[in-house]
T-cell receptor, first 111, second 114 residues
């Protein structure tokens, strides 16, 4: 799986938007961009995924650059419950199996 | 609760003992994955099953580790002759086979080897 680069940590105030960046300059045409998050003392949780177009769901939005070499996970209004480690992962759509996690971005949300 | 369940949630053992963990996936999911996570790191893939067939094993899975998924339902992960370096969180995930499959994770089993 291609490699992703994320900042180690970010901070946000509660009820403000959060933009979590991810660089994946070696992405291939069949790679999907997946985001998972891991709350303290829990297993990872799926957030969102996309291929080329921007995606929205009830949890977040995913903005994908036109050249697909970067993407941004957007939490529209951060809450204390969004404090977690966020992982950006590339998965080949043709041979999808295991997830290859990096060290992710630890998001801290403050009042 | 119809999510992925893992038992036990915590296990403390002495070095050299054998331990076995169980994972019950979401009932209709045909793929089941095992990952290991140490402090401050992301989860690392260990192995996965499609139905009862073990399709891939990581080089992290030494010969002391064995995983089974009899009848394609629950799975067990056994570690023989545990070492202190085996201390970690062991995570199980399940999914449906398709190209964009989402993996659903259990809460994990935390192992401490003394």
């Amino acid at each position: 799986d291609a490699k992703t680069t994320q900042p180690n940590s970010m901070e946000s105030n509660e009820e403000e938007p959060v933009h979590l960046p991810c660089n994946h300059s070696t992405i291939s045409g069949t790679d999907y961009i997946h985001w998972y998050r891991q709350l303290p003392s829990q297993g990872p949780e799926y957030v969102i995924h996309g291929l080329t177009s921007n995606v929205n769901n009830r949890m977040a939005s995913l903005a994908i650059a036109e050249d697909r070499k970067s993407s941004t996970l957007i939490l529209h209004r951060a809450t204390l419950r969004d404090a977690a480690v966020y992982y950006c992962i590339l998965r080949d759509g043709g041979t999808a199996s295991k997830l290859t996690f990096g060290t992710g971005t630890r998001l801290q949300v403050t009042l | 609760d119809t999510g992925v369940s893992q038992n036990p949630r915590h296990k403390i053992t002495k070095r050299g003992q054998n331990v076995t963990f169980r994972c019950d996936p979401i009932s209709e999911h045909n793929r089941l994955y095992w990952y290991r996570q140490t402090l401050g790191q992301g989860p690392e893939f260990l192995t996965y099953f499609q139905n009862e067939a073990q399709l891939e094993k990581s080089r992290l899975l030494s010969d002391r580790f064995s995983a089974e998924r009899p009848k394609g339902s629950f799975s067990t992960l056994e570690i023989q002759r545990t070492e202190q370096g085996d201390s970690a969180m062991y995570l199980c995930a399940s999914s449906l086979l398709r190209s964009e499959e989402t993996q659903y994770f259990g809460p994990g089993t935390r192992l401490l080897v003394l």
